[in-house]
């Protein structure tokens, strides 16, 4: 019987030990002619890369056993081994005859989370490549490098002309290039810290639309240390069917140098409109709606949506801006539109009977109700609901009604003024009025003053709270999260950004740590505690 066996054995060894077996990695070398390699059993191949894939480098390794542990090695310019990986990788499978696109020391290319309850039906866009979340692009720019320098130098400049880039975006299977993109600094509150935020747009007319999503931020988290709370306030609105971006976490790297850990996220645009709105419809920018963001970036002014007068001229442009026309104004009245839906929301009275029939047929009140719900159990101090700030109103066409968009949710989880936040939503709405010209009257008369529209928001409130925005179920997502970009933040904070203006918050990997589970400077409440304390104070305030 031995001899029968044998041969069988040996069969099958010859037959794994003879398969060739493609690594990939993407790295950075230290010198211009450094490169990376491929360590089996202690015998190093080295790999390549081209004009069109670097920084991926690969190589077929004929007659690899693919059973083999592996690792990678960083090389200099003779070929010798400067660096190496302290963990052995292993092959997923021993049929697989490729490797993923894996990064350099970092372990695992793939992490999975616990799954968020769906409490409310799903309205996310169809999936699209940029928004994996599950793993780490890279995103690799290349750019005149005084250009960008002087760029990066004045942020502060918000009417500067984006300048031209490359663009490649290397996940674990796939390399997408856009050899143009317009780039530029994004944000308002960010351009004032040494890590900065970028827009991305894409040339849509070369057919650049980067999977269905060609204009894009890469968020810095530049005010919070965990990098998470952005994209837990996502995953919230997603699972309550809230309309939103969606977003994954990115390395970026511009000319060959670390630029930093960032969100990748869509900007509120028109591709935004037609992705997340119309199921990817190809409908032309008049064939939508009119598309409006608010900002409270002028002291003392916010989108407060009061009607001030029936022209647009009435309407600051630096709180109210018109993003896209749409059929129902004029190039001269481009608030038209929006002017007639305060006018509305100024006649109305709260105290009438069927609130709820009246609004729905003006707005979305689901998705209003909803984005309220998660402004307040994540205490946004820079949302809409406290300042005005961080929305867009969009006129959904074919629904001929209003829709809001919540945007920017970096300043959440109890992330700054505390004393205004975390008190119970009676009162947060409440303080609205008492502050003379600031009341939010959306806000104001359907939450607060009408008692049909009440009652939803306080049923969506609990139903939120109690399905998915407590410890129970928040918890485990965020551990998965806190060891999945551990390293990330590590080398993030790692990062010398010392000749840039502008602020720095000196987070450590500590602070990451800490502030997912108490106080660190500057931030008064931990993630963790934070998701306590509301998904307890909640039940007791409706119980009342
Ligand atoms: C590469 O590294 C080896 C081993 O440390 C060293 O002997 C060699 O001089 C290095 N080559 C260059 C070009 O730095
Ligand atoms: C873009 O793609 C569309 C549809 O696939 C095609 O009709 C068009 O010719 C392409 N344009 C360019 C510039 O490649």
């Excluded at 005010?223 to 699972?239: G, M, V």
């Excluded at 509120?268 to 709606?289: N, Q, S, V, Y």
């Excluded at 009140?365 to 159990?377: D, G, I, R």
């Excluded at 925005?469 to 790692?494: G, L």
Aim: no cysteine.
């Amino acid at each position: 019987m031995r001899f029968i066996i044998i041969p069988g054995l040996l069969a099958l060894v010859a037959s794994s030990a003879l398969a060739d077996v493609v690594y990939n990695v993407v790295g950075y070398p230290d010198t211009e002619k450094g490169a990376f390699g491929v360590m089996i059993n202690n015998k190093v191949t080295a790999l390549t890369t081209t004009e069109a894939t670097f920084p991926l480098w690969s190589a077929n390794v004929v007659g690899a056993n693919p059973s083999s542990g592996y690792r990678y090695v960083k090389l200099n310019d003779t070929g010798d081994v400067i660096d190496k990986e302290k963990f052995l990788r292993r092959i997923a499978t021993n049929k697989a005859r490729n490797t993923p696109n894996e990064f350099f020391k970092r372990q695992n290319t793939f992490a999975t989370y616990p799954a968020l309850p769906q409490v409310y039906p799903s309205v996310r866009p169809k999936t699209s490549k940029a928004f994996d979340d599950t793993q780490i692009a890279t995103i690799h720019l290349t750019a005149d490098p005084a250009v960008f320098a002087d760029m990066v130098a004045n942020p502060l400049d918000t009417e500067r002309k984006a300048i031209k880039a490359s663009f490649r975006f290397i996940n674990a299977d796939t390399v997408y290039n856009a050899a143009e993109v317009k780039l530029k600094v994004s944000g308002h509150g960010s351009r004032k810290f040494k890590k900065l935020s970028l827009r991305v747009k894409f040339d849509e007319d070369k057919n650049e639309t980067f999977f269905d999503r060609p204009i894009i931020k890469l968020r810095s988290s530049s005010s919070e240390p965990t990098f998470i709370r952005e994209k837990l306030y996502i995953d919230n609105l997603n699972a309550i069917g809230a309309r939103t971006t969606q977003a994954a976490w990115v390395r970026v790297y511009v000319n060959n140098k670390p630029f930093g850990f960032h969100l990748l996220v869509e900007d509120i645009e028109t591709p935004f409109l037609r992705g997340t709105f119309h199921d990817g419809a190809a409908l032309k920018d008049k064939e939508l709606g009119s598309l409006y963001q608010m900002g409270s970036h002028v002291i003392g002014q916010e989108g407060t949506m009061i009607y001030t007068g029936p022209l647009t001229a009435n309407y600051n442009p630096e709180v109210y801006s018109n993003k896209n026309l749409g059929s129902a104004n004029t190039k001269e009245e481009p608030m038209a539109q929006f002017i007639a839906f305060m006018k509305d929301l100024q006649e109305y009275d709260p105290t009438l009977a069927n609130g709820l029939k009246f609004w729905n047929s003006r707005l979305d009140v689901n998705q209003f109700l909803k984005s309220m719900v998660m402004e307040y159990l994540t205490g946004a101090w820079d949302g809409s609901w406290w300042k005005g700030n961080n929305y867009f109103m969009y006129f959904h066409p074919t629904e001929a009604r209003w829709t809001f968009i919540p945007t920017d949710f970096d300043s959440t989880f109890s992330d700054g003024n505390l004393a205004d936040v975390a008190v119970p939503y009676k009162q947060f709405a409440a303080s609205r009025l008492r502050r003379q010209g600031k009341d939010h009257p959306l806000v104001s008369k359907l939450i607060f003053k009408n008692k049909e529209i009440n009652k939803e928001f306080e049923k969506i409130l609990g139903t939120t709270v109690k399905q998915v925005f407590n410890p129970t179920v928040m918890n485990p997502r965020i551990a998965a999260y806190e060891k999945f970009i551990e390293a990330e933040a590590a080398w993030d904070f790692s990062l010398d950004r010392s000749k840039n203006p502008g602020k720095d918050p000196k987070y450590t990997i500590d602070t990451f740590h800490k502030s997912l589970t108490g106080p660190v400077t500057g931030i008064t409440y931990g993630v963790k505690p934070w998701i306590s304390y509301r998904a307890t104070d909640v039940p007791k305030q409706l119980k009342k």
